[in-house]
C-alpha cells in the first residue's frame, strides 16, 4: 500500500510540474507572479474572476471580471435592462 501511495504522488509531482510549465508559457510575458492563479484554474478546470486586466492577455482560461458577472446574474434572471444606467 506505501507503494501505491509513492507512485500516486510522483504523478502527482509529475502533474504539478506539467500544469506549472503551462502557465508559466502562458502568463510568462504577461505577468509571472500571476502564474499560480492559471496553475490552479488548469488543475481544476475553472475560470477565474479578477478585475486584473492582464489577465485577459492571455486565452487559455476564460477570465470573468465583476461586471461580466453582474451582467450574467441580470441576465439569467431577466432583469437586464431593468437596473439604472
Known amino acids: 500500500?506505501?507503494?501505491?501511495?509513492?507512485?500516486?504522488?510522483?504523478?502527482?509531482q509529475?502533474?504539478?510540474f506539467f500544469l506549472m510549465?503551462?502557465?508559466k508559457k502562458i502568463m510568462w510575458d504577461i505577468?509571472?507572479?500571476?502564474?499560480p492563479f492559471i496553475v490552479?484554474?488548469?488543475?481544476?478546470?475553472?475560470?477565474?474572476l479578477s478585475n486584473n486586466k492582464h489577465f485577459k492577455k492571455q486565452n487559455k482560461i476564460k477570465i470573468w471580471d465583476t461586471e461580466e458577472v453582474y451582467k450574467m446574474?441580470?441576465?439569467?434572471?431577466g432583469l437586464?435592462?431593468?437596473q439604472e444606467e
Request: proline letters at 2%; hydrophobic letters at 50%.
Open 40 to 48: 490552479a484554474a488548469l488543475a481544476i478546470g475553472a475560470d477565474i
Open 80 to 82: 437586464m435592462g431593468l
Open 14 to 16: 509529475q502533474f504539478n
Open 31 to 35: 505577468d509571472p507572479k500571476d502564474t
Open 21 to 23: 510549465s503551462e502557465a
Open 1 to 12: 500500500m506505501n507503494f501505491r501511495i509513492l507512485g500516486n504522488l510522483r504523478g502527482l
Open 73 to 77: 446574474f441580470l441576465e439569467q434572471r
